[in-house]
């Protein structure tokens, strides 16, 4: 079964507002998730590594004021795309380890992903 | 993100053969590798992992990892037209954060 849940599935929004999107682990807890964004036709890009209870860490090139990241709990990570402009509109997908920040080695899993649409 | 590379294809193989997935990595301490599915409109979902140089099988699907070339492959034995889908190479760079990048993705169509 799923075990990192990821809402909204889908979200439109106008030109200027922000959306926030929530990735959960379930049944474990991870003190590092990651935020990748996914344009049509092209792979998953990297963007930040949320922290628990510290700042995330972003990518050579992502906006950090654009990009909010909460890590607030074990459990929980959210992602706010302030001030939505069309250009942002993408598949956002959160990630993390089952066995919480242990092994740096293993994989992956993902959730569901989110399909932002920005009017 | 150019450190892991793949050939971009499209790939169309007949219900039955092999499919041969290929993939370069730039960073040489890479020590972790993976091979992820993903079907349109949907999020990766994990084949295989392969850590170590040689081969690694689990059911239809082969990893094979080369550190000294860089190189990973992915094979599909008995392709079936279910297996069309888009297959990720991804790495972990030498980092203590763990943090995973993706090639750009094959895109597999098995024909019945």
């Given at each position: 079964g799923a075990v990192v849940s990821?809402?909204?599935?889908?979200?439109?929004?106008?030109?200027?507002?922000?959306?926030?999107?929530e990735c959960r682990s379930l049944d474990f807890q991870a003190t590092t998730m990651f935020w990748y964004r996914q344009f049509p036709k092209q792979s998953l890009m990297l963007m930040a590594t949320s922290n628990e209870g510290s700042k995330a860490t972003y990518e050579q090139g992502v906006e950090k004021d654009k990009f909010l990241i909460n890590h607030a709990s074990l459990t929980l990570s959210t992602?706010?795309?302030?001030?939505?402009?069309?250009?942002?509109?993408?598949?956002y997908i959160c990630s993390a380890?089952?066995?919480?920040?242990?092994n740096p080695n293993s994989p992956l899993h993902f959730g569901n992903g989110t399909r932002l649409t920005v009017t | 993100q150019k450190e892991v590379e793949q050939n971009s294809g499209p790939l169309s193989v007949p219900e039955g053969a092999i499919a041969s997935l290929n993939c370069t990595y730039s960073d040489r301490v890479s020590q972790s590798f993976f091979w992820y599915r993903q079907y349109?409109?949907?999020s990766p979902e994990l084949i295989m992992s392969?850590?170590?140089?040689?081969?690694?099988?689990?059911?239809?699907f082969t990893a094979q990892l080369n550190k000294a070339s860089q190189y990973v492959s992915l094979l599909i034995r008995d392709s079936?037209?279910?297996?069309?889908?888009?297959?990720?190479?991804?790495?972990i760079r030498g980092s203590t954060l763990?943090?995973?990048?993706?090639?750009?993705?094959?895109?597999?169509?098995?024909?019945?």
């Open positions: 990821q809402h909204p599935s889908r979200v439109i929004c106008k030109s200027g507002t922000s959306v926030k999107i992602l706010t795309v302030t001030s939505a402009h069309p250009e942002d509109s993408s598949f380890r089952r066995g919480g920040g242990g | 349109s409109g949907k392969i850590y170590s140089n040689g081969d690694k099988e689990d059911g239809r079936q037209p279910s297996d069309s889908a888009t297959y990720l190479c991804a790495v763990g943090r995973l990048y993706f090639g750009r993705g094959t895109q597999l169509t098995v024909w019945p």
